[in-house]
Nanobody, 123 residues
């Protein structure tokens, strides 16, 4: 079983940046595709980004393309989400997740999840 712990969330002004980190423990996650999913108040969980096991392929929802960058360090068992040019609509709880269920990359269904980290963007 893999445990995920996110960090790096916080309060930032619109236009600012944050870098989220997700550390995996319990076993290596190097063979798993990983993703970031967010949930704003009153809304369903939304796919944000995903990365293949070796980091060679990445995917993003349209609203964050060009602003967010996902990466991973399999030696450190860590996944990152660099978020630049943040907008108020990016405000949400961000979850790290691993081992996607199914073939749809943009469907945020994963086997294991972190507890989430809050990102607040002030306008």
């Amino acid at each position: 079983q893999v445990q995920l712990v996110e960090s790096g969330g916080g309060l930032v002004q619109a236009g600012g940046s944050l870098r989220l980190s997700c550390v995996a423990s319990g076993r290596t996650f190097s063979g798993d595709n990983m993703g970031w999913v967010r949930q704003a108040p009153g809304k369903e969980r939304e796919f944000v980004s995903a990365i293949s096991p070796n980091g060679g392929s990445t995917w993003y929802t349209d609203s964050v393309k060009g602003r967010f960058t996902i990466s991973r360090d399999n030696v450190k068992n860590t996944v990152y989400l660099q978020m630049n040019s943040l907008k108020p609509e990016d405000m949400a709880v961000y979850y790290c997740a691993g081992r996607r269920i199914g073939s749809d990359i943009y469907d945020p269904k994963y086997v294991y999840w972190g507890q989430g980290t809050q990102v607040t963007v002030s306008s």
